[in-house]
């Protein structure tokens, strides 16, 4: 045997007899050891000027952000109106807070786009890393940057993996959508979902936390979508500007989110205004502009000279209870055509306290006269103020 052969064949063999040998499994990574912080809610206000003052609602959102560095909560949807400081009090802090606290983990911030996402998101966030001496002298760019402590940031826009961080420690995907007009395009809310489901859930891990916070344009919007899976682990916040029913501040219905900055009186300027577009952005509720029943493109405008005979005419009330704010009292008078259609003949809406709708009722039916029947409900909603 030459001596070539003669070390192949030794090579086999050791191969051969380590394959026997039984493998020493893998270790499991070892927990992060935190630094000692105040709670959030405490490291917030250090960080911002002492005229600011912390309103009710950032306060509970620096409640909700503690829960997630906790660990109590691993996903967390938070919707608010626009201009009340969702971005500020979250995704420019929360990544300085958290490296500070988990030094060496990493951490991803996303936006609508790339733009975006660099100069209000990233820049802020580095800029106060700077101010507290917490910054690596190399941290020069936006879309990747790393503290002094090692704790590395990697800023995407929607539609951009973040390639190379693996595990993600803490993800904020803040405003994945930027305008009404883009969340009315099926087109672009799947191009957000595909991204999402594949470029960033992939990405996560068990460890991992995340936290998406946007203003509401659309109820297939990114948050509608992770809310309509029902899922384990997240937990769903809105802070609506006007409060409703069981607002989760505990405010009288329809007191303003942030009073002192827009206060109640301008909010329900805005939603005479905005109609269904203020309660998708400000109330955080979005709502299909057609139902299961009535198909919008399916209705028609009708002439009054061109209405047929009615062989039934009703008019319905939806009742609410409180002035110049909440929900609306709607009083819609609906026919029944000889040609068996139906036609909408008559809407009044306002809204009225009890006394007001009451007025407002009895001097519809009587301009409305005998011939057309009232409808009322059994609400026990309403029933308790009235």
């Known amino acids: 045997m030459t001596i070539p052969a003669a070390v192949k064949d030794l090579q086999r063999l050791d191969r051969q007899l380590r394959g026997m040998a039984p493998r020493e499994p893998r270790r499991a990574r070892p927990e992060r050891e935190p630094r000692p912080l105040p709670p959030y809610g405490e490291w917030y206000r250090t960080t911002i000027p002492d ?62 786009s790339q733009r975006f996402a660099e100069k209000h998101l990233s820049y802020p966030a580095r800029e106060l890393a700077r101010e507290m001496g917490i910054l690596a002298s190399s941290a020069t760019a936006l879309d990747e940057w790393e503290f002094a402590n090692g704790t590395r940031l ?42 999402w489901t594949t470029s960033i859930e992939q990405r996560m891990w068990p460890r991992t936390r995340v936290i998406v916070i946007a203003t509401r344009w659309h109820e297939d919007d990114l948050i509608g979508r992770i809310q309509a899976r029902q899922p384990e682990g997240w937990e769903f916040v809105n802070l609506p500007a006007l409060a409703g029913l069981d607002d989760p501040l505990g405010r009288a ?62 008019r319905a009330w939806d009742l609410a209870g409180t002035e110049g704010a909440g929900d609306w009292t709607v009083g819609a008078k609906v026919g029944r055509g000889v040609d068996g259609l139906f036609y909408v003949l008559d809407v009044v809406r306002g809204q009225w306290d009890a006394a007001q709708w009451r007025a407002k009722m009895r001097e519809t039916a009587e301009a409305d006269g ?15 103020k009235d």
Request: net charge negative; glycine share 8%; charged share 25%.
């Open 51 to 112: 005229q600011w003052g912390v309103p009710a609602h950032i306060a509970h959102i620096c409640e909700a952000v503690q829960r997630l560095v906790d660990g109590d909560v691993q996903r967390l949807c938070l919707s608010m109106p626009p201009g009340h400081a969702k971005s500020d009090t979250v995704s420019r802090r929360l990544p300085v807070y958290w490296s500070d606290k988990f030094p060496g983990d990493s951490v991803v911030l996303t936006g609508y």
């Open 154 to 195: 990697v800023c995407r826009g929607v539609g951009s993996a973040p390639t190379g961080v693996n595990p993600i420690s803490l993800l904020v995907c803040d405003d994945p959508i930027k305008s009404e007009a883009e969340a009315r395009s099926e087109v672009i809310r799947e191009n957000v979902w595909d991204w």
């Open 253 to 314: 219905e329809g007191e303003a989110l942030w009073p002192e900055e827009k206060p109640a009186p301008f909010l329900r300027s805005l939603q005479a205004k905005m109609g269904r577009s203020f309660e998708a952005l400000f109330q955080g509720n979005p709502t299909p502009k057609e139902g299961s029943t009535f198909k919008v493109g399916k209705l028609r405008h009708v002439d009054a000279d061109e209405l047929p005979e009615m062989a039934a005419v009703c």
């Open 370 to 384: 005998k011939r057309v029947t009232v409808h009322l409900p059994q609400d026990p909603g309403q029933a308790g």
